[in-house]
DNA sequence: AAAAAAT
């Protein structure tokens, strides 16, 4: 084995891919040093002179000249430049009415395309135009291009994005939805100063969208909608000098918004946000937060939103928490573990402030879609503490997540892979950290994040609080629980893994001609079901055959592009679409309120996805029932799971026309297929501005705006 | 088999 792996060899010819490999050592840019011209990593692209450096004008007249990063933050920082400040500031919302006047600069450089290139390597806009030349031979297109791809027109930021399918929609081509999204959101850097001032002003359309994209099924979504009216208020944004530009009200300026917001509540399946009063708040005395002993602005922010019964993990934890007692929590998203553990860290933070790249809390979540929801949840809460938060995920700018380390964060909450990335740049140091959350750990240990993990673990000091919440405790969480947390209270929302309460299982052994019809009768149902499959492949058949049945039906899984996902999921969370068939991809991190049966049309690969699955079922409180269809060869195994996943529930012999099967909800199907030109209206109801077959650039330009594109590349039907 | 996390 000597003479291992001569492809290996062959495919590493090249010295310098050793060099571009991340084995490099990163330069902490962060602190304004340019790499040297011999460094592995920012090497890569050779300087080009001040001259020829394309130029880009700022809105004022003055050139820009595409100055390298390194210089313009160092340079502008204590001069009080604004990106640095803005940034800072915009968390608190003391910004907005200055963005205008940087639009010109940073705006630029990102609209420019590219922006993010810039940040990342430093080089500045020349060399962002090299390597778009290098890869694309395209120069100007490939850079829009890679622009998108970087926002997330990249599936990897499906994720992040999650319920936020809507959003790239509407990007299209756009930027402005990527800005939002990053946490650098807040960053107000677009030179479009309503969108900013809307997200945070609390503009109607904005809001929504922004729950769109967290998916938000969970809870907290109706708190975040009107979150952001509160917190604005906070004594902090007075002390920024904050003024509001826009109210609650829309001015004329926003038409156009308005007009993306009437297409986006089509889509939207947040119905509506919990109003928020911004009216002083008593806080009643049987207030079950204020009795678990939180501070009372904390309670009081909640009980502005209506929220003043803890849920049962909340009420679990929080003491213990606020003791500052090692936590091990089991329980689902939708559980309200956010809050769970959010809140005594929050409460424990308040009256400090970090220093500069030294977070006091961190918060390491599995993924980029549950990272925005734990800290859009948190938000106001953070807010109305004092504090200041972050939100560091890849796809985000580094330049924002850079500069609000360096401004000084209190909580972080991050993602593996950024957060090690951004160790090892050193703009951020963990050794102040006092609490440390893992949540979904089970998850980050599926993912293969244990090394991160453990990683980011060994650089916080010890004796801090570790806070770990995990649906299951197997072997990659216990290693985590026995390393790092030290003589842990464990709550779990119930004992049993699976079960929450108001959980039905059944598990129904079927013979498998029966497959078909048994499938669509459970899911012909009122109300909203999503049948898992195991494969792509599989998920696109049962679609089809349940559409061929009378059910409304639609397909989501990783093989479809973006688009096509958003369009999906849109029509099913508005409902019109009710059955959503699905492969695990929306096991986990999908959140959808209103799902009353979950079908497993093929078993599980193992107890764990059952109860990830069933997890999308029985949300907050509601009720919900998970029927497995077993084939015979695979009683043993559903067994076997059942038993694992902590059921009560055995597998059962069924038939169509059993009682079994209408317990599970099941209703005949009319047998009548559904149109396949009706079902792609129902996918997506507003072709309206696309009559020209092929589409003109008229077309294309408002078409493209909104919807990534999906459904125009096929052919059209009907 | 599918999905996810840094580029």
Known sequence: MPAKNPNKKARWSAAEKAAASTKGPKKPYHRGQKPADDAPRGAKRPVRAAEDRPRRVRKDGAEDQGQRRWERREDTRPGGFRSDDRRSDDRRGGFRSDDRRDGGFRSDDRRGGGFRSDDRRGGGFRSDDRRSDDRRGGGFRSDDRRTDDRRGGGFRSDDRRGGGFRSDDRRGGGFRSDDRRADDRRGGFRSDDRRTDDRRGGFRSDDRRTDDRRGGGFRSDDRRGGSREGFRRGPRDERQGYRPRFDREQTSQDHHQDAEAERMEADSWVSAARTTTT??????????????????????????????????????????????????????????????FGLPTIARLAGERSKPRRPRALVLVPTRELAMQVSDSLEPLVHVAGLRHKLVAGGLSYTGQIAALDKGVDLLIATPGRLVDLLDREAVILDSIEVTILDEADHMADMGFVPAVTRVLDEVPEGGQRLLFSATLDKGVDTLVQR??????????????????????????????????????????EGRTVVFCRTKLGADRVALQLRESGVRAAALHGGLTQGARNKVLGAFRTGRIPVLVATDVAARGIHVDDVSVVLQADPPADHKDYLHRAGRTARAGERGTVVTLALPHQRKMMERMATDAGLEARPVKAAPGDEVL?????????????????????????????????????????????????????????
């Not at 934890?317 to 573990?337: C, E, F, H, N, Y």
């Not at 129902?682 to 919807?707: E, F, K, S, V």
């Open 279 to 340: 009216e002083p708040v008593t806080v009643a005395e049987d207030n079950g937060f204020a009795a678990l002993g939180l501070p009372e602005r904390l309670v009081e922010r909640l009980a502005r939103e209506g929220i003043s019964s803890p849920f049962p993990i909340q009420e679990a934890t929080i003491p213990d928490a606020l003791a500052g007692k090692d936590v091990l929590g089991r329980g689902q998203t939708g559980s309200g573990k956010t809050l769970a």
């Open 662 to 718: 209408e317990a599970a909800g099941a209703a005949p199907v009319s047998g009548v297929p559904i149109d396949e030109a009706d079902f792609r209206k129902l996918l997506d109801p507003r072709p309206a501005r696309r009559h020209g077959g092929t589409g003109g650039p008229r077309g294309a330009r408002t078409g493209g705006q909104y919807r990534g594109g999906g459904q125009r590349r096929g052919p059209r039907h009907g």
């Open 484 to 525: 790092y947390l030290v003589d842990p209270v464990t709550h779990s929302t119930n004992d049993a893994t699976a079960s929450v309460d108001t959980m039905e299982h059944h598990i129904l052994v079927i013979d498998p001609q029966h497959k078909k019809v048994i499938t669509a009768e459970v899911a012909n149902r």
